[in-house]
């Protein structure tokens, strides 16, 4: 018989991997790792639905981790491209380097 | 129908006004010609004139009580008890003024196509142009107070905007300037008189005003109205008068009015807009006559101005100063009819008067086109030769002001005078003052047209040099050279000046003394006078030659006084004072100057130093800079950081779903 895996591990997982991602997003300055940081924070939420799905025996958390999975690919598309067209004006991408609104 | 008057004008504006403006302003654009700009604006005042000629002959078909057409177009305002239509009325005084007003107009549109050939913008010149004669017209169909009101402040603006034509010249401009501010001191006094009449009478409307007032005839105070409430009202609505009608106190701003073109003059400030004072009081007639105080202050006023304006006209040089007092004096004529009581004889003057002054200035014009813009009489003379048509005309113009029979102007000035005299209302002391004025008026102009026409010419000299002329600048300035470019006016100049001859020629026989068509025609809106018992017929006979012989005489002193310049030159001299006392107008300008303009500069300069800067604009900058100093001190926490801002989200989360779980509960 296959060991059942406990729901509160799974979850603990995903939390610590959506506050590794959180931290990464506060703490580094290179904006390529910051995106990187952001799939993990999502994909962190990802796991949790599917957790919940399986525990509730509800079809909607994997409905909306389909739909976060599609959202997610085309975010990051778009996020490259801001990553591009930062790199071309600033010749950079760090993150302190855009504060433009400040002033 | 009679909505068409005004309208025609209106579309003229309307036309040449928005070419001018949406197509023509851009600079650099080229500008429609005086041609065509003129030839719409005066279409479209001819047609004013045509309509007002046939609505004129259906009113003359009518029987004589019931000679009154009207027109509503629309409601204008409605008001809990209160109802004002937008409606005009054409009786037989106001059809009097449509026909001057747009009978005039038309001659000196066309005269404009000519006088303002030269001129950088006539499209806009011509738009004002009809402006004023849409709001004219307004003004004398209006069939109650606040549509004659609303006319009245119509041509108060054309006056302004005209006078001021030519802006860049900032006397010419301030000219302008304060002829708005007087007549808005004349219009405040206009204001208030409306308002009492509608809390006394509960109208505005003319027509209910008068049923209001007379009774078969007779002119009676209506039950709950006192004597002084009317006397007040047509005293306040006297002060709007002065303004428009530029009598003591505030003519001041006709004679600086000149700055404008020369049809301006003519038609805004002696033809029509100035008269619109006597059309108010001869249409208001039954309430004037009902208090005898007003009508004295009326009569006074009149005469005062009268005599002191052709006082001030005797000294003048500029020849269209002395024609601004001459009209000044006029008006003044005017009012002393109407305030003995011969509204008939007032009207009648209005309408010679148009005639003759509109001539007059329009001749002045000309000689000012053809002397290239001068206007000194000292530098004229001589001209009868150079401009024969002018001269003709303008000679016929002068015997009309000046009374000589059978010129138009004889017989309105002589009505007056003897009205003036044998009216109940009337004195010896008024009818001196106007015979004397006669006699100064004939003077001065004669005076006028002596300088400018006849002798030998002075110009050749100061002529030559101001213009750079190659002639005669040789070893003698002989007199009788002409500087090459004195010349007479084109036709549609002289064209005009020859109707308006003609006009003062015969305009006076609408109203020959015992037979008057005009006195019969006015029956229904101004009651017929009455023949009074205490002076003599054969009075009127006598005080007849006596006019004339006055006029003669002061035709017969300028023309020997000034025959020889010499002459003149010595008794200025000997009586230096009242020269100088005179010359400078009697210093009028002045004292407003020291008793009312620099107060009120003063007050106001004090009020905008100590009272809005330190006060008002402190408050209001105090909070601009509160909001300032606030965004100052709050913009600091917006870092530009995104990552800064992740954390205050971060935290901002954290909290509310701690809230949400541990604090709800």
């Given amino acids: 018989m296959i060991q059942q895996v406990e729901p509160w591990v799974v979850l603990s997982f995903c939390a610590a991997i959506f506050f590794i991602g959180f931290a990464g997003v506060l703490i580094r300055r290179n904006i390529l790792v910051v995106l990187m940081c952001i799939e993990l924070m999502l994909n962190a939420v990802n796991l949790t639905f599917v957790t919940f799905s399986k525990e509730l025996q509800h079809l909607g958390g994997q409905m909306s981790v389909l739909f976060i999975i599609t959202v997610a690919a085309a975010e990051s598309a778009v996020g490259l491209a801001l990553v591009i067209a930062m790199f071309r004006t600033l010749r950079g991408v760090d993150t302190d380097q855009i504060r433009l609104l400040r002033e | ?665």
Avoid at chain 2, 331 to 337: E, I, Q, R, S
Avoid at chain 2, 390 to 401: D, E, K, N, R, V
Avoid at chain 2, 624 to 639: D, F, L, P, Y
Wanted: net charge neutral.
């Fill in chain 2, 1 to 665: 129908m009679i909505a068409l008057i005004p309208l025609f004008p209106l579309i003229g504006f309307l036309i040449n006004g928005s070419w001018y403006a949406f197509v023509q302003a851009a600079p650099g654009r080229r500008k429609a010609g005086s041609g065509i700009t003129g030839a719409i604006a005066t279409m479209a005042i001819l047609g004013s004139f045509v309509v007002s000629c046939l609505l004129f002959l259906q009113l003359q078909g009518l029987p004589p009580e019931s000679r009154v057409l009207e027109q509503t177009l629309f409601p204008w305002m409605t008001f809990a008890g209160f109802k004002l239509d937008m409606a005009f009325r054409l009786d037989s005084l106001s059809t009097l003024f449509t026909l001057v007003v747009s009978g005039v107009g038309t001659l000196i549109h066309i005269y404009s196509i000519g006088y303002m050939s030269h001129d950088a913008t006539p499209g806009k010149f011509f738009a004002y142009l009809n402006l004023f004669c849409f709001a004219m017209l307004m003004l004398v169909l209006g069939a109650s107070l606040p549509i004659l009101f609303l006319g009245w402040e119509g041509v108060g603006l054309c006056s302004y905007l005209l006078i001021g034509y030519w802006y860049s010249d900032p006397e010419k401009a301030s000219a302008g300037k304060k002829a708005f501010v007087v007549n808005r001191v004349g219009d405040f006094g206009f204001l208030l008189g409306m308002f009492l009449i509608f809390t006394a009478f509960g109208t505005l409307d003319f027509e209910a005003l008068r049923s209001a007032i007379v009774h078969g005839g007779h002119a009676a105070l209506p039950e709950g109205v006192a004597v002084t409430t009317v006397t007040a009202i047509c005293l306040l609505l006297f002060v709007g008068c002065m303004g428009k009608s530029a009598q003591i106190p505030l003519y001041v701003w006709l004679p600086d009015a000149m700055a404008g073109p020369t049809p301006v003059s003519a038609l805004i400030h002696a033809a029509t807009m100035v008269t619109s004072g006597i059309y108010m009081v001869a249409r208001l007639n039954f309430l004037y006559s009902l208090s005898p105080t007003a009508m004295a202050v009326v009569a006074a006023v009149g005469g005062v101005t009268a005599f002191f304006a052709a006082t001030i006209a005797i000294t003048q040089k500029d020849i269209k100063k002395v024609l601004a007092y001459s009209t000044v004096s006029q008006l003044g004529y005017m009012f002393l009819a109407c305030g003995v009581g011969a509204f008939t004889a007032g009207v009648f003057h209005v309408i010679t008067h148009a005639f003759f002054k509109a001539l007059l200035f329009l001749g002045a014009g000309s000689v000012i086109h053809g002397m290239h813009e001068e206007q000194d009489i000292m530098k004229m003379g001589g001209l009868r030769a150079k401009m024969p048509v002018t001269f003709a005309t303008f000679a016929l113009g002068w015997l009309a002001i000046c009374g000589i029979p059978p010129f138009s102007g004889f017989f309105s000035k002589d009505e007056i005078l003897w009205l003036a005299f044998s009216s109940e209302h009337g004195s010896v002391l008024l009818w001196g003052l106007g015979a004397l004025t006669a006699v100064m008026t004939a003077f001065y102009m004669t005076r006028l047209f002596t300088l400018t026409f006849l002798g030998k010419p002075r110009f050749s000299e100061a002529h030559g040099e101001k213009h750079g002329h190659g002639h005669g600048h040789g070893d003698d300035h002989s007199h009788g050279h002409a500087p090459a470019g004195v010349h007479e006016s084109p036709f549609s100049m002289t064209g005009p000046l020859q109707v308006l001859a003609l006009l003062s020629l015969i305009g006076g026989f609408m109203g020959i003394p015992h037979m008057s068509w005009l006195e019969h025609w006015l029956a229904p809106v101004i009651p017929a006078h009455q023949a009074t018992g205490h002076v003599a017929a054969e009075m009127e006979w006598v005080l007849m030659g006596v006019s004339v012989a006055g006029a003669a005489l002061g035709i017969f002193l300028a023309i020997r006084l000034y025959a020889d310049l010499e002459l003149p030159r010595q008794f200025a001299t000997k009586w230096a004072g009242l020269y100088r006392v005179l010359f400078n107008k009697w210093y009028v300008d002045e004292l407003y100057e020291r008793t009312l303009v620099r107060p009120i500069h003063a007050l106001s300069q004090g009020l905008w130093k100590n009272f809005d800067v330190a006060v008002i604009d402190r408050i209001v900058l105090s909070f601009g800079r509160a909001s300032q100093w606030s965004g100052q001190t709050v913009r600091t926490i917006q870092t530009g950081s995104i990552q800064f801002y992740a954390l205050v989200l971060l935290i901002g989360i954290v909290l509310s779903v701690g809230y949400l779980i541990y604090g709800l509960a």
